[in-house]
């Protein structure tokens, strides 16, 4: 109950052994072992005493080849039967228990020719309380499921696409739905495959990462190692001397785009609730028609046609507040071309009156809203392309501002963001500089006046700018997309109006805005951008610590130009928008649950030692899951303690037969402490390393097997 094992005891067992594994076959309540290797077309039967020692094999016809094994009670008559893999044949065979231990004649089911049959495992796919298969299907690059019946018998296999060459499984529950899931690995890929299951027998494939790594995997086991109540994996690769463990995470996936029309060239969007009825809609500036679109949500993610309305000329850029106090949401657009802003007042029905105008400075280019007087009435601030400055407009409360007031930037203002970087509870402004490759800060009084700007720099030609807290600190931080070098530029804010310098990160090709959101629903925020130059938008999913994992991509319509997030189906789950500004359309991302692996660490058994099979299992009763390791290459059984946070300790060695294959772990001796068994290839052999409750283990006992054992497994 420590941990540790006693030296193995070793059994004769047959030929090649390539599988091991455990089970009461004759309902004793003693645990027993079944392993079989490819060379003889046998299995062996060790029943066990019930104190760690076992009875000389008993052997059992299979079909050729037989290379995997998995136990269950397929005909719910309470006793174990067995299922054994065939490549040769492309089938799997069910040999059904009856009297006293022995399995009767086997019932074989086809996996499909060419097929190559790699792997079996067993569990309920489909709840409906009777075992399933699932093979692996090392020669058609797919996995096949078999629903049971429930009297020994299977359907035809349903099959799922994998990577090149799938070679063996593992089940877990990767988004903790209390269903099965599988993680495939893929010798010929290269990578891990993921399907989340639906508890109906159906599986969908995960668009995972998958990219490939650098060894081929040849293995996979499933363990909650940081009892976050999430499986991960852990993966053994060809002849390599580490194992890696992969964590399971939600990777921010989005559905293929839904497309809308617009009028000409929509520039700018922005989503919110225009006629209050909980759903969300979308507002589009449409540059060359001098207009703004509005489409109204159904909550489905589905939208009305878009009603229009007139604005300034050339209108670039909008924002949404209720600026009257009706409860009613408003639109503010700046227009380029005549120096103005438009004011749009709602009615909260999706209507809009007709817009008044307010005067700017030179060619105003984006606009945002914000209190910055402390009188309850929103404001607006809009940056002036043409003279360098912003100018903002104090708003009465009742829908109309006053005269601007202006304030210096940097060269060429072309985006803005409002927060508080300062935390003295009033409002400042951030201005993205694109002809000097800065970001201007103007900490605000509190009164709508403003102090002189502080300048950052940020990469080549910035084009937009947004805030988020990326590092959890409960401060303001700075995100810039990068038109000029296509990326962008992350500034931490230290709370106190000042920014670290810029750490940049890959966007796609010329970003044109940028938006944050949470989009895995890991409580840090994530951002997205738009890439005008290659028509996509990018998802970077954010650490939590100001750091962000590399870009994903997805493709839009023709030059997209900008983007807004929101819940627009209702799933609690945020959407992206964009407009893209030469099909005159708005694209439509739907965010949904995609569940990857993260890349966590690795643990290193012995240098030449080739980890070829693996196990989790309690071996010190600290309530901690550990692993057993068995290492092909030096004739040994690793050990590594868990710490319970996904570490683990340096392995422990014992000594096992000569080339073992598989591995399994059960209680033989009755002593409520775990032991391992093992499948030895070279030797024809099965060992068992009795545990002393406290991670270690005794010598090993050996036991004859059949000829070439390849697996092993175990069960009452």
Request: no cysteine; hydrophobic share 35%.
């Given at each position: ?20 594994a ?32 076992f ?93 049971a ?65 650098i ?5 996979v ?12 994996i ?8 580490n ?96 120096n ?27 606009v945002a ?28 409360g ?56 502080t ?48 750490s ?42 100001g ?9 839009t ?15 609690n ?52 899951l ?76 050996i ?14």
């Amino acid at each position: 109950g420590n941990g540790s094992f006693a030296n193995q005891t070793t059994y004769p067992s047959g030929r090649d052994l390539n599988y091991v594994a455990v089970g009461d076959f004759d309902n004793d309540t003693r645990l027993d072992i079944v392993v079989g290797g490819p060379s003889d077309n046998t299995l062996s039967i060790l029943h066990g005493y019930g104190n760690g020692s076992f009875a000389k094999r008993i052997t059992y016809s299979t079909l050729d080849d037989p290379y995997s094994v998995a136990v269950g009670d397929f005909n719910n008559d309470t006793r174990l039967d067995v299922v054994v893999a065939s490549p040769a044949d492309n089938t799997v065979s069910v040999l059904l228990h009856y009297n006293k231990g022995s399995l009767g004649n086997e019932i074989t089911f086809a996996s499909g020719g060419g097929s190559s049959l790699r792997y079996v495992a067993v569990d309920d796919f489909n709840n409906d309380t009777i075992l399933d298969l699932v093979v692996v299907n090392y020669g058609t690059n797919d996995i096949g499921v078999l629903l049971a019946n429930g009297n020994g018998s299977f359907l035809e296999q349903k099959t799922f696409p994998t990577g090149s060459n799938p070679y063996s499984l593992a089940i877990g529950d990767f988004n903790k739905d209390g269903q099965h899931d599988f993680a495939v690995a893929n010798y010929g890929s290269k990578n891990i495959d993921m399907f989340i299951g639906n508890g109906k027998g159906t599986f969908t494939r995960q668009l995972t990462d998958r990219s490939s790594l650098i060894f081929a995997p040849v293995i996979v086991t499933t363990g909650d190692f940081n009892n976050d109540e999430q499986s991960e994996i852990l993966v053994a690769y060809d002849n390599t001397d580490n194992i890696d463990i992969f964590v399971t995470f939600d990777t921010g996936a989005f559905r293929n785009q839904l497309t809308y029309s617009t009028d000409s060239e929509p520039y700018s969007v922005a989503v919110d609730d225009f006629n209050n009825d909980t759903r969300l809609d979308i507002v589009v500036t449409n540059f060359h028609s001098n207009t703004i679109s509005v489409l109204l949500g159904y909550g489905n993610s589905s939208f009305a046609n878009h009603n229009t309305y007139s604005t300034g000329s050339q209108p670039r850029s909008l924002a949404v507040g209720d600026f009257d106090n009706d409860t009613r949401l408003d639109i503010v657009v700046a227009n380029t071309n005549n120096n103005t802003v438009s004011v749009l007042l709602g009615y909260g029905n999706g209507s809009f009156a007709n817009h008044n105008t307010y005067s700017t400075g030179s060619q105003p280019y984006s606009v945002a809203v914000g209190d910055f007087d402390n009188d309850t009435r929103l404001d607006i601030v809009v940056t002036n392309w043409g003279d360098n400055t912003v100018s903002v407009l104090l708003g009465y409360g009742d829908g109309s501002f006053t005269n601007h007031n202006t304030y210096s930037t940097g060269s060429q203002p072309w985006s803005l963001a409002v927060g508080d970087f300062n935390n003295d509870t009033r409002l400042d402004i951030v201005v993205a500089n694109e002809n000097d490759n800065t970001v201007s800060v103007l900490l605000g009084y509190g009164n709508g006046s403003f102090a002189n700007q502080t300048k950052y720099l940020t990469g080549s030609f910035p084009f937009f700018v947004t805030v988020g807290d990326f590092n959890n600190d409960t401060r303001v931080d700075i995100v810039v997309a990068n038109w000029g070098d296509s990326t962008v530029s992350i500034l931490l804010g230290y709370g106190d109006g000042s920014f670290a310098k810029q750490s940049t990160y890959p966007a796609g090709l010329t970003p044109s805005s940028v938006a944050v959101g949470d989009f895995n629903n890991d409580t840090r925020q994530d951002i997205v951008v738009s890439n005008n130059g290659d028509r996509t938008v990018s998802v970077l999913l954010g650490y939590g610590d100001g750091s962000f994992a590399s870009q994903t991509t997805y493709s839009t319509g023709s030059e997209p130009w900008s983007l807004a997030v929101g819940d627009l189906d209702n799933d609690n789950r945020p959407d992206i928008v964009v407009t893209n500004s030469v099909d005159n359309t708005v694209s439509i991302f739907l965010g949904y649950l995609n569940k990857g692996f993260q890349y966590q660490t690795t643990l290193i058994t012995d240098n030449g030692s080739v980890p070829r099979s693996f196990v989790v299992g309690d071996f010190n009763n600290d309530t901690r899951l550990d692993i057993a390791v068995a290492n092909f290459g030096d004739n040994t059984a690793s050990v590594l303690l868990g710490y319970g946070d996904g570490s683990f300790a340096n392995q422990t060695t014992y000594s096992a037969g000569f080339l073992p294959q598989s591995v399994a772990v059960g209680d033989f001796n009755n002593d409520t402490r775990l032991d391992i068994a093992v499948a030895n290839f070279g030797d024809n052999t099965a060992s068992v390393l009795l545990g002393y409750g406290n991670g270690s283990f005794a010598n090993q006992n050996i036991y004859s097997t059949g000829t070439y054992p390849t697996s092993v497994a175990v069960g009452d």
